[in-house]
């Protein structure tokens, strides 16, 4: 110890077994503290619930309990307000705490770490951490839904062509389009819920690996923290990250929901389509080419999907190879969670701010759909309900596409003679199912894309997000 306070640097809190000091490359490497405070509110929170339990169970006295909640009411303000100062010489947020605690109240600081070990307590503060960012995720998701709801209602008639293959497929409600993502984004919100009920337990108690010897109240301690119960296996309450790896699969599933309306929306805004316009604040223009108005927006949300992808493939990669129980590997699992986190956030805020913003060209839509033949599934089922077999009004219709191919015309200017000549069974009713309004609304059942089923849709929609 003297050696080390020769050195000029200040002793570890740990470094009572060690000789010489530790390296200050080494200490550079191991440190955490640039990045693990942002857990301080939640490694103090811990602390209080875990330093209040001690006191109940006779562990601590109540003047020492009293002299580190004002402590830790003290760093608090502290930090909030910017004044605090994190030195990496103290590795990460829990030792950084701690010293100052001990630093403004003395012993009774030094007595917090009965019964707890600091991988305890990182796997309880992330835990903390995860839950508020989860139900932040989670409001979003909803802003996002409700910006989606709003536009489908106002586009269930809207029609447009639904592509296969991104090629003309059958004409659909653009509302119903809209309504797809909901219902991807339904999913998302209800995998993150899933994901924190599973993450909401406490750790502490589980001390390094083993437990503890003091007579501990865990369950009070996940009572006061919000928990819903305590990790039952202590050796897996402080090693698995299993958590932060469910995390970011929710979060890569749900920015490839995000990235793939993102898609959608650059091609719309192409004057090829021409279906859409974002609102200018969301778009950027060019340095060289005057006329440029891009969608940087969706542009950058499907490129920060391929982020989150690596955050996931990060997490799995850190823990496949660990042996039970807490390793130092655990420590890079913060970067990549905050990161998933603070993309998934604005990603999704940026996404309802901007969707409510969308102008969108009913005439453009229309006249894509009304190319391309996309009622010709209509007029084979036409065939088929006036008793054709499938396979052979399948045949006829292609055959009338092709005609009208040739001719540069679409079905239905067709004149009934030549229909008839080249599908017998039509008769006058047949223009009915050739329009694009009778199309949707032929598709009348719940899923389909009538637009009174679009409305329905919506409605109970609505009633399930409240
Ligand atoms: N900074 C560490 C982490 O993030 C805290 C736990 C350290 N535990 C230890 N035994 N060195 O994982």
Redesign the pocket.
């Known amino acids: 110890m003297q050696d080390l306070e020769k050195e000029g640097s200040q002793p570890k809190t740990w470094s009572g077994r060690f000789s010489e000091p530790v390296a200050e490359m080494v200490q550079k490497f191991t440190a955490?503290i640039s990045f693990?405070k942002r857990l301080a509110e939640f490694d103090i929170q811990g602390s209080l619930a875990h330093a209040s339990m001690l006191h109940s169970v006779g562990l601590l006295s109540r003047a020492d309990l009293d002299s580190i909640e004002t402590g830790m009411q003290s760093i608090l303000a502290e930090i909030r307000e910017g004044r605090f100062e994190w030195s990496i010489e103290l590795?990460?947020v829990?030792l950084n705490i701690e010293k100052r605690l001990t630093a403004l109240v003395g012993d009774a600081g030094k007595r917090l770490h009965t019964a707890r070990?600091?991988?305890d307590q990182?796997a309880t503060d992330i835990r903390l951490f995860m839950r508020e960012a989860i139900d932040g995720i989670v409001e979003s998701i909803k802003a996002l839904q409700h910006a989606l709801l709003d536009l489908a209602e106002q586009h269930a008639d809207t029609v447009m062509p639904g592509f296969t293959h991104l090629q003309v497929a059958q004409p659909v409600s653009f509302g119903h389009h809209l309504m797809a993502y909901f219902e991807m984004l339904d999913r998302d919100r209800e995998r993150m819920q899933d994901a924190r009920r599973r993450l909401n337990r406490l750790p502490l108690g589980s001390a390094a690996l083993a437990g503890s010897s003091y007579p501990i109240d865990r369950a009070k301690v996940a009572r006061m923290l919000g928990f819903e119960g305590v990790c039952e296996n202590s050796l897996d309450a402080v090693s698995d990250r299993d958590f932060a790896i469910e995390f970011c699969a929710s979060s890569s599933i749900l920015m490839t929901h995000l990235s793939r309306f993102s898609e959608e929306l650059i091609l719309w805004m192409n004057p090829g389509f021409g279906f859409i316009d974002l609102a200018d604040r969301f778009c950027t223009g060019s340095s060289i080419m005057p006329q440029k108005k891009n969608p940087d927006v969706p542009e950058l949300v499907r490129g920060k999907t391929g982020r989150v992808n690596g955050h996931l493939v990060s997490l799995l990669t850190l823990m496949k190879s660990q042996p039970l129980a807490?390793n130092?590997d655990?420590?890079e699992d913060?970067e990549p969670l905050f990161d998933a986190v603070d993309t998934v956030s604005t990603s999704l805020r940026i996404f309802a701010e901007m969707v409510p913003g969308i102008k969108v060209n009913r005439d453009a839509m229309r006249l894509a759909a009304s190319r391309g033949f996309a009622t010709a599934t209509d007029l084979a089922d036409y065939l088929v309900k006036k008793g054709l077999p499938f396979r052979d009004a399948h045949e006829a219709v292609a055959k009338a596409v092709r005609h009208c191919e040739m001719k540069g015309c679409d079905l239905s200017d067709l004149p009934l003679n030549e229909l008839k000549s080249l599908c017998p069974l039509v008769e006058q009713d047949v223009y009915e199912v050739l329009t694009l309004e009778g199309s949707l609304k032929s598709r009348d059942h719940i899923g389909g894309t009538a637009p009174h089923q679009v409305r329905g849709a919506i409605t109970r929609a609505r009633s399930r997000l409240a």
Request: hydrophobic share 5%.
């Open positions: 955490s693990d590795e990460d829990h070990s600091r991988n990182v807490y130092k655990n420590q913060k």
